[in-house]
């Protein structure tokens, strides 16, 4: 191809994408934690051994599932107050569903047996703009992998870098605890975002907001670890800056 064949190609394509936007909603793709094969995973099949790009926004979420229910009983958008199905809420540091070893799941056998973790599951919810992506994906960070984004965000926010002012990659390493093996992620900042898209990202995070609700809870496996090896590191909500 000519350089001008390329150039009229890009632009052919540019136009071609505008115009099929206009046609559907464009929704965020959620990436989950697949502890088995150390990749994050999309709903497409699509899967990454590391995301590299700028985490856009950080949501603070929590759900409670009875054993072999599809559906939360209670859910919690700040690890605060929750609000179960009857609209009744609950203070998250009293509710007894958020002590350790409360956690119950369903055997080989179809029976309910008791859990080391906590009833009640935490997590974050990521907003990623990885490198080369037109939007931004939905990434799941398990409880075992807290502790070490809390203390990402807080190393961010001592240098009064927010999390959308720099780039960051997100890594995932093998961890094991109990005899269990699994993944835990690993963030390590890089160069900081220029000025003038520091802008363009802001605006798009507050636009894609509009339309993505990333405090709902729905799906128990989003939460998921790969068993009760899997230590849940306890974060005092005092700690995470936002």
Known sequence: MTTT???EYDELLARE?????????????????????????????QTMRTVKGVILKSQINRGYWK???????????DGIKGVDVNGVERQCAKCPKNKYGTATRIDEN????????KACKEMRRLLVLPDGFELPIILSVPPSSLKRFAEYASSLRMRKVPLVGVETTIRLEEASANGMSFARLAFEAGNAVPRERFAQLVAMRDEILKHVDLSSVENEAEFGEPGEGAPVEEVPLDNIPF
């Not at 994408?17 to 099949?45: K, M, S």
């Not at 054993?67 to 958008?77: E, H, M, Q």
């Open 5 to 7: 064949a390329v150039a």
């Open 110 to 117: 179809g029976q309910v047996v008791p859990g080391k973790g």
């Open 67 to 77: 054993p072999g229910n599809s559906k939360p009983v209670c859910t919690s958008s």
């Open 17 to 45: 994408l505008e115009y099929e936007a206009d046609g559907f909603q464009l929704t965020p793709l959620r990436f989950t934690v697949e502890h088995r094969t150390r990749n994050f995973a999309g709903p497409d099949g």
